[in-house]
């Protein structure tokens, strides 16, 4: 993790519109949403937190509307925004965030500094199962996937998105016929990853998440992606032009906080929550605090 110096606050600001800090409704939106908050009530930024708002559309939506003033977003979901998923720039972290950096420029949004953890579509597997097998890249996974030995539990639009579950398959020349697939209405990888781990109906990978906190205390191994199959997602806060322009140490500040949030950080963070079942909000003052960044 890199270290960073402690942040003053701000003198006070004059009585303004507060900015609304939102975030979606997942474990890591309200980590880092709150983050955010923390972060802006410390420079004595007026703040509303409209945390957990809703799934990526609607916060999306709500930015674009001037609804909401600011909120963590991943730098993947780009493609997603621009309707240009089949871009090979979206798999190189770098490329990525010029080009939603960019785009969004034209719509009044600012891209701030971004954290230095892919929170991508993964396959992991049962322990046992991969230590056995010296399974530990996604060229490994191949092999024992053709020779029919994976039952994976994944969610129905891993399964059928281009930029998933087949474009592992065409990056890696392996094919999984739906009968090795229970495939789930839902996105909890929480879910997936209990089953690989459990080995529930002999279940023995699960679709993950780069930074699910799940993996840290489950008994699992994540499959790497050395051919870059997915999109990269990286989570960096997204700001209206002119909140920045009101209150500019905000990008400073922020710059500190997402520099810190590597994966194996994002991991504990989010395992304090959804495994221990610490709220969001403590986690995040917790760690602000630990690192100085906040009082």
Do not use: C
């Not at 007026?46 to 001037?66: C, E, F, M, N």
């Not at 059928?160 to 090795?180: H, I, K, N, W």
């Not at 994002?266 to 079942?277: K, M, Q, S």
């Amino acid at each position: 993790m890199l270290g960073a110096a402690p942040f003053a606050a701000a003198s006070p600001v004059r009585a303004e519109r507060p900015l609304v800090v939102a975030s979606k409704s997942d474990t890591e939106g309200a980590l880092t949403g709150a983050m955010i908050a923390l972060a802006l009530e410390h420079l004595n930024v007026p703040v509303v937190r409209k945390l957990g708002l809703g799934p990526t559309l609607i916060v999306r939506g709500a930015l674009l509307s001037g609804d909401v003033d600011i909120y963590p977003e991943y730098t993947g979901n780009g493609a997603f925004f621009t309707s240009t998923e089949a871009d090979p720039a979206w798999k190189i972290p770098q490329d990525a965030y010029e080009t939603i950096r960019r785009s969004d420029a034209e719509k009044g949004l600012v891209w701030l500094a971004r954290a230095p953890a892919n929170n991508t579509w993964l396959i992991a597997l049962n322990g046992d199962f991969a230590r056995e097998r010296h399974l530990v890249t996604m060229a490994d996974f191949a092999k024992v996937a053709n020779d029919g030995l994976i039952l994976l539990a994944a969610s129905t639009e891993f399964v059928e998105s281009p930029a998933a579950l087949p474009s592992f398959e065409a990056a890696y020349r392996f094919s999984l016929p739906l009968d090795r697939i229970i495939s789930l209405p839902g996105g909890d990888t929480a879910v997936t990853a209990r089953a690989a781990a459990q080995r529930i109906s002999g279940v023995n990978a699960g679709m993950v998440y780069g930074t699910d906190g799940a993996l840290s205390a489950l008994d699992l191994v994540v499959m790497s992606d050395p051919a870059a199959a997915q999109i990269v997602y990286e989570v960096a806060p997204v700001i209206r032009a002119a909140g920045l322009e009101r209150f500019p140490a905000i990008r400073p500040a922020l710059a500190r906080i997402f520099a810190g949030l590597d994966a194996p950080t994002l991991r504990r963070l989010n395992a304090r929550i959804t495994v221990d079942g610490e709220i969001a909000e403590k986690v995040a003052r917790d760690d602000l605090t630990e690192r100085g960044l906040i009082g």
